[in-house]
């Protein structure tokens, strides 16, 4: 069983790359393959409507120079997708939605790649608005993949606090979010392991 996790943030090592670690530390101690990708070193080039992975059903976006082809194989042979992303502008990255664009319209150009894989989506923000809509969004994408969406305690939402309101320090955890994400965790892998075992 295996599970992936992509971070949105152009932070590498930042919040919402801490949340993500901390639903995957918890899955590998359920012994779940993971892996974390974040994307904040490259471009993830936003659909251009064209409509070729329609036409071609060959599992690939025709945009070639980058690596989100490489992200759909993955994808593909993963049975577990957690998304994650800062909120920008009360809704996630502009890079997540690129990425979701072209993997969901490629997935469904091959009769829904992703249809009932198990998803998740992770949102941190600091301390005004946009979470539950940014988590909406990733949520509507995995709904229209046909994917199963797995809940917590609460919304999966973190609070990235310290002094530059963009990292979690030691001193300053948000305890709370990270319970949430722990217990995502354990939702997620109950839910594998009765779908797949
Ligand atoms: C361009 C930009 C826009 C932001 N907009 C919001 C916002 O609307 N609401 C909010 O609570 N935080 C906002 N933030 C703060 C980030 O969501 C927050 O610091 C988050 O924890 C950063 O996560 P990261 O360390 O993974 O980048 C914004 C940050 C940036 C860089």
Redesign the pocket.
Same mark, same amino acid.
């Given at each position: 069983m295996k599970a992936i996790a992509f =971070?949105g =943030? +152009?932070?590498k090592g930042?919040?919402? *790359?801490f949340m993500l670690k901390t639903v995957l530390e918890e899955l590998d101690r359920e012994k779940i393959q993971t892996e974390l990708i974040e994307l904040a070193d490259e471009e993830i080039k936003p659909c251009t409507a064209c409509y070729k992975c329609f036409k071609n059903k060959d599992k690939k976006c025709v945009i070639k120079d980058d690596n989100l082809n490489q992200y759909i194989e993955k994808l593909i042979e993963s049975d577990i997708i957690i998304l994650g992303s800062?909120? &920008?502008? $009360?809704d996630i990255t502009p890079k997540l939605i690129a990425f979701m664009e072209r993997c969901g319209m490629v997935s469904i150009a091959n009769k829904y790649l992703l249809r009932r894989k198990i998803g998740a989506g992770v949102v $941190?923000? &600091? #301390? #005004? +608005?946009? *979470?539950i809509h940014g988590l909406d969004s990733i949520n509507h994408f995995f709904l229209v993949e046909q994917m199963i969406v797995v809940g917590s305690n609460y919304l999966n939402i973190g $609070?990235?606090r310290g002094s530059e +309101? $963009? =990292?979690v320090s030691e001193e300053e955890i948000d305890e709370e979010g990270v319970k949430t994400m722990i217990d995502l965790a354990h939702n997620i892998a109950w839910l594998a392991k009765e779908k797949y075992q």
């Open positions: =971070s =943030s +152009a932070k930042g919040n919402t *790359a800062p909120v &920008y502008l $009360v $941190v923000r &600091y #301390r #005004r +608005a946009g *979470a $609070v990235g +309101a $963009v =990292s």
